[in-house]
């Protein structure tokens, strides 16, 4: 089983135990343990499908008798009236699966949605919008499988695959050449290959970080495009360049006509709506 399958197993037990605890009572209650019925996913606003494969799972993962007959896959744009997939099996299954499914589906399609429309914004040019670690706990995975599905692409997952050097590690470290030379050699000790990114404060601290080098990605933190345009002509190429801090939408295109080759967006995961949608008998 690979990192990203352990996760969303542990993910989908977790968010069992917590919705039904020691029974679903209501269900349980009112429903025969022998009725069976269909259920179908309603789509209730326009957006980007995101979540079909993990719905699958979810569905799997408690009651493998459960059909699904999928209709609309992930990553399609989709609209009021839609009908995605269609589950059908036990009715006490499909109403203790509804609610997990659709916290699921509705988050990540908010997600891949919000991430089409920042992807759509840099079109024309070669700048990619990246996610960052500022995700739900415990739902990173799946969030950012959504920005994917969406169109962007992803940073780094957690602490554990990529080395950035952020202001409070430069400051810590005791300089730009301390922190740069110390994750160098603690990837040589260590065995380790991973890509070191460095962030950057101003055109000062760039002018640093080109003179240590041994770098893969410099970060410009809180520049205005004015300034990103001057770093971008400064680093030449050398590395890829990647903007940060306080973008908006409305900004968004002004920083990819600097030449960055990535932006990243903690709005992408941090405050996105989900997108409306039910899960109705049929």
Same mark, same amino acid.
């Given at each position: 089983?690979?990192?990203?399958?352990?996760?969303?197993?542990?993910?989908?037990?977790?968010?069992?135990?917590?919705?039904?605890?020691?029974?679903?009572?209501?269900?349980?209650?009112?429903?025969?343990?022998?009725?069976?019925?269909?259920?179908?996913?309603?789509?209730?606003?326009?957006?980007?499908?995101?979540?079909?494969?993990?719905?699958?799972?979810?569905?799997?993962?408690?009651?493998?008798?459960? @059909?699904?007959? +999928?209709? =609309?896959?992930? #990553?399609?744009?989709?609209?009021? !009236?839609?009908?995605? $997939? /269609?589950?059908?099996?036990?009715?006490?299954?499909?109403?203790?699966?509804?609610?997990?499914?659709?916290?699921?589906?509705?988050?990540?399609?908010?997600?891949?949605?919000?991430?089409?429309?920042?992807?759509?914004?840099?079109?024309?040019?070669?700048?990619?919008?990246?996610?960052?670690?500022?995700?739900?706990?415990?739902?990173?995975?799946?969030? @950012?499988?959504? +920005?994917? =599905?969406?169109? #962007?692409?992803?940073?780094?997952? !957690?602490?554990?695959? $990529? /080395?950035?050097?952020?202001?409070?590690?430069?400051?810590?470290?005791?300089?730009?050449?301390?922190?740069?030379?110390?994750?160098?050699?603690?990837?040589?000790?260590?065995?380790?290959?991973?890509?070191?990114?460095?962030?950057?404060?101003?055109?000062?601290?760039?002018?640093?970080?080109?003179?240590?080098?041994?770098?893969?990605?410099?970060?410009?933190?809180?520049?205005?495009?004015?300034?990103?345009?001057?770093?971008?002509?400064?680093?030449?190429?050398?590395?890829?360049?990647?903007?940060?801090?306080?973008?908006?939408?409305?900004?968004?295109?002004?920083?990819?006509?600097?030449?960055?080759?990535?932006?990243?967006?903690?709005?992408?995961?941090?405050?996105?709506?989900?997108?409306?949608?039910?899960?109705?008998?049929?």
């Amino acid at each position: 089983m690979n990192k990203e399958q352990e996760l969303i197993d542990r993910l989908i037990d977790l968010a069992f135990a917590e919705d039904i605890g020691d029974g679903d009572h209501t269900t349980l209650s009112c429903i025969p343990a022998t009725a069976m019925g269909k259920s179908k996913l309603l789509i209730k606003e326009a957006g980007i499908l995101a979540g079909i494969e993990v719905a699958k799972e979810v569905f799997r993962r408690f009651d493998p008798a459960l @059909k699904v007959e +999928v209709f =609309i896959n992930d #990553g399609a744009e989709v609209n009021p !009236g839609d009908v995605p $997939m /269609i589950v059908e099996g036990k009715i006490q299954s499909l109403l203790q699966t509804e609610r997990l499914m659709l916290n699921i589906m509705q988050r990540m399609s908010g997600i891949a949605t919000m991430t089409h429309k920042y992807a759509g914004q840099l079109k024309g040019t070669h700048t990619r919008v990246l996610d960052t670690r500022k995700t739900t706990p415990g739902m990173r995975i799946l969030e @950012k499988m959504a +920005v994917k =599905i969406g169109g #962007g692409v992803n940073h780094r997952i !957690g602490l554990f695959d $990529m /080395i950035l050097l952020k202001d409070n590690h430069v400051d810590f470290a005791g300089g730009i050449e301390k922190a740069i030379t110390c994750a160098k050699e603690y990837c040589k000790e260590k065995g380790k290959d991973l890509q070191i990114e460095i962030e950057v404060r101003n055109l000062d601290e760039l002018q640093q970080v080109l003179k240590v080098g041994g770098v893969n990605r410099i970060m410009f933190d809180n520049f205005t495009p004015a300034l990103t345009k001057k770093a971008v002509e400064m680093v030449a190429g050398r590395y890829e360049t990647e903007s940060s801090g306080g973008i908006t939408f409305e900004t968004l295109r002004d920083y990819a006509e600097c030449g960055v080759d990535f932006i990243s967006v903690g709005a992408l995961t941090h405050s996105v709506k989900g997108l409306d949608m039910s899960f109705k008998a049929c």
